[in-house]
């Protein structure tokens, strides 16, 4: 008898998990509606002159790690 209660219990908490579940793309749906998600502005591109400073450490990087230099 407790052993039934307890089944019966099981399957009705996961029944309505499985009906939130399935709900859910309808509900996510509605919610979307009242609160959009944001367009977010394009970020600014990169300014070229900042490159020839990355490239001259990268390549002293890898001299030192190369062992090319002192």
Known sequence: EIATAGMA???AALSLIAIF???LPR???????V?????????P????????PVAAAAAAYH???RGLTN
Not at 35 to 43: G, I, K, L, Q, T
């Open 27 to 33: 509900l996510l749906g509605r919610v979307a509606l």
């Open 63 to 65: 001299a030192v790690r």
């Open 45 to 52: 591109r990169a300014v070229t002159d900042d490159l020839a």
């Open 9 to 11: 219990i099981v399957f």
């Open 35 to 43: 609160f959009p998600e944001a367009v977010a502005a394009p970020r």
């Open 21 to 23: 579940i399935a709900l």
